[in-house]
T-cell receptor, first 116, second 112 residues
């Protein structure tokens, strides 16, 4: 596609519920990132994939967060047993180059997760 | 990141005036810097970038200035237009890594 597509755009989850957030990166993009953006703050790094390999998951807040990109294209961010502090916008970004090459990242519009 | 809650710093400018948005970055080892624009309900959109071996870079209506001595970055927007209204974030990439560290953001309001 022309841009990074994320779905759903909005998700309301009851506390304790599991959620799955999807990211469709730009076709052919090697690098894929997930960021978390709390209200009124800048995005914070969660995890990075180079093709299907998850090279860095140091930003994931807890073991309730899990991300995958099994075929090197679409990625899913899963949050188990959601808690109120998980409420945020989850942004996906992709880049043609491998990360660290200084390539420009293209962000999707994000999924706004609200945990009630 | 540093928390600023719901109260982002706000810059209000008259349409047609020039805007200057400032950012202090944290890591002296960072060698790549980017400015992003984020409109309500959208993801960050790339505006302009600069490497640490430069101190100025110009784009269309935008200029980024980098002062490594004081770890300061600024974005200048010429002839500000209503469509420039958004939140602006600077981001730094630590040398040898790929993680962007975003600043706290500045809301730009363009007054007609």
């Amino acid at each position: 596609g022309a841009g990074v597509s994320q779905s759903p755009r909005y998700k309301v989850a009851k506390r304790g519920q599991d959620v799955a957030l999807r990211c469709d990166p730009i076709s052919g993009h090697v690098s894929l990132f997930w960021y978390q953006q709390a209200l009124g703050q800048g995005p914070e790094f969660l995890t990075y994939f180079q093709n299907e390999a998850q090279l860095d998951k140091s930003g994931l807040p807890s073991d309730r967060f899990f991300a995958e990109r099994p075929e090197g294209s679409v990625s899913t961010l899963k949050i188990q047993r959601t808690q109120q502090e998980d409420s945020a916008v989850y942004l996906c970004a992709s880049s043609f180059d491998r990360a660290g090459a200084g390539g420009v990242y293209t962000f999707g519009s994000g999924t706004r997760l609200t945990v009630v | 990141g540093e928390s600023v809650g719901l109260h982002l710093p706000t810059l209000s400018v008259q349409e047609g005036d020039n805007s200057i948005i400032n950012c202090a970055y944290s890591n002296s080892a960072s060698d790549y810097f980017i400015w992003y624009k984020q409109e309500s309900g959208k993801g960050p959109q790339f505006i302009i970038d600069i490497r640490s071996n430069m101190d100025k870079r110009q784009g269309q209506r935008v200029t980024v200035l980098l002062n490594k001595t004081v770890k300061h970055l600024s974005l200048q927007i010429a002839a500000t237009q209503p469509g420039d209204s958004a939140v602006y974030f600077c981001a730094e990439e630590d040398s040898g890594t790929y993680k962007y560290i975003f600043g706290t953001g500045t809301r730009l309001k363009v007054l007609a």
